[in-house]
């Protein structure tokens, strides 16, 4: 079954400090990765994706992302966070010719400690 | 910029009421999507378009339909309220290779 797994309900870190959310994946085709942020009471805003290439994306605000073949995962990272990334990450899969019918992860809480 | 916008940010309705969720893009994107989004689960698809009165299912569609008869706009329609519909409600939007854009949501109440 294609699924997509973001193990941490919740993290906290402090400001500061070094991140890494986790996202493993399950998908029958090659997959397109994406995460996306979701800031209180906004919509959901795409940091980065993967389609194909170089497995180390870099994103927007700071953030970048390794793609593993051979461990189905896509995790994300950001050296040094700020109090403004306290925010909901989101985790997704997709394929080419899925026409963007993309398999969700149920979304990691960033807090920062401040 | 593109903009998706969603007509409501917060509605509260009442069981058995019929209740129509609309959304408007306006980069000409082919396609559109409503999921709802609700703790722990993610999003859900509920019904996506890819044309003008063209639909298909989602995950999730039992007790929602949709109608889009004009490119710019994507109605979602729960027929008869239920409280188990009480959730956010995110609308997005996307051409052909692009990502998705989103709305701001729908926080919607069926009490």
């Known amino acids: 079954a294609q699924s997509v797994t973001q193990p941490d309900i919740h993290i906290t870190v402090s400001e500061g400090a070094s991140l890494e959310l986790r996202c493993n994946y399950s998908?029958?085709?090659?997959?397109?990765l994406f995460w996306y942020v979701q800031s209180p009471g906004q919509g959901l805003q795409l940091l980065l994706k993967?389609?194909?290439?170089d497995t180390l994306v870099q994103g927007i605000k700071g953030f970048e992302a390794e793609f593993k073949r051979s461990q189905s995962s896509f995790n994300l990272r950001k050296p040094s966070v700020h109090w403004s990334d306290a925010a909901e990450y989101f985790c997704a899969v997709g394929a080419q010719d899925s026409n963007y019918q993309l398999i969700w992860g149920a979304g990691t809480k960033l807090i920062i400690k401040p | 910029d593109v903009k998706v916008t969603q007509s409501s940010r917060y509605l509260v309705k009442r069981t058995g009421e019929k209740v129509f969720l609309e959304c408007v893009q306006d980069?000409?994107?082919?396609?559109m999507f409503w999921y709802r989004q609700d703790p722990g689960l993610g999003l859900r698809l509920i019904y996506f378009s890819y044309d003008v009165k063209m639909k298909e299912k989602g995950d999730i569609p039992e007790g929602y339909s949709v109608s889009r008869e004009k490119k710019e706009r994507f109605s979602l329609i729960l027929e008869s309220a239920s409280t188990n519909q009480t959730s956010m409600y995110l609308c997005a939007s996307t051409g052909a290779g692009e990502k998705l854009f989103f709305g701001s949501g729908t926080q919607l109440s069926v009490l």
């Open positions: 993967y389609f194909s290439g």
């Open positions: 980069m000409d994107h082919e396609n």
């Open positions: 998908y029958g085709a090659t997959p397109y």
